[in-house]
């Protein structure tokens, strides 16, 4: 295997020499579009070393400045005290089950507030990305189910009449395995930022700048495709 070193004010990293225990957080979605590349990654270029991933919290800004996580991965907005950068940009698509005969190639915000909705719950009781803006509108979705995991929610829909929003990315992983349908949400659903974010304590610290380069790298791919 090729020697790979990183140096970061003096410091000196060997990833296949390094027993590193990374700490990261994820979002369910961030997790399946991120996770199977950087994993490929990891195990090439540090098999040593042991991932240990969390999911995304309440909570998880904290355990990010307590030093209890040390790479947090998700959309919603960092606090000042870290920092952060953003790695691509999503958008939206729905997914719709087999039940739901409406063959529209996009929604208007009419229609999309009409349908039933599967609903992932990102925070606070709703999909932040999504309500947000419906909410700055005065709309609300007419929600069927109110589940906490994206893949599972794919699957589940799969033959009801239930239409699910999720990141465009996501959706071309999922839904063919599911059967799935997928249609542009209105236009009212723009894009939205996903960032990655570490306490300043570990932007010098040479293993920890390894590990953001091969985020980093991950993210290119995709963003690519």
């Known amino acids: 295997m090729r020697r790979l070193e990183t140096i970061v004010h003096d410091q000196q990293f060997s990833p296949e020499q390094s027993r590193e225990r990374f700490r990261v957080a994820m979002t369910d979605h961030g997790s399946t579009i991120l996770l199977p590349k950087l994993l490929e990654r990891l195990r090439k270029e540090a098999p040593q070393s042991e991932l240990v991933l969390s999911a995304v919290g309440p909570q ?22 870290l920092e952060n950068e953003i790695i691509f940009n999503l958008d939206f698509v729905c997914l719709v089950g087999a039940r739901q005969r409406m063959m529209n190639r996009r929604l208007t915000l009419k229609q999309y507030l009409r349908l039933p909705h599967a609903m992932i719950l990102t925070g606070d009781g709703h999909q932040a990305m999504v309500d947000r803006p419906l909410a700055a509108l005065g709309a609300k979705r007419r929600i069927a189910l109110r589940i906490p995991f994206f ?6 829909i799969a033959k009801t009449d239930l239409v699910l929003t999720v990141p465009r990315t996501l959706a071309r992983i999922a839904a063919p395995k599911a059967g799935l349908r997928i249609i542009k949400p209105p236009r009212e659903l723009k894009p939205f930022p996903y960032f990655m974010s570490w306490h300043p304590r570990l932007t010098n610290e040479a293993a920890h700048a390894w590990l953001r380069e091969q985020v980093r790298a991950v993210a290119r791919s995709i963003r690519s495709k």
Do not use: H, K, Q
């Open 60 to 81: 998880t800004f904290d355990e990010v400045s307590a030093g209890r996580i040390d790479l947090n991965l998700c959309a919603e907005e960092v606090p000042p005290a």
């Open 151 to 156: 893949i599972p929610a794919v699957f589940a």
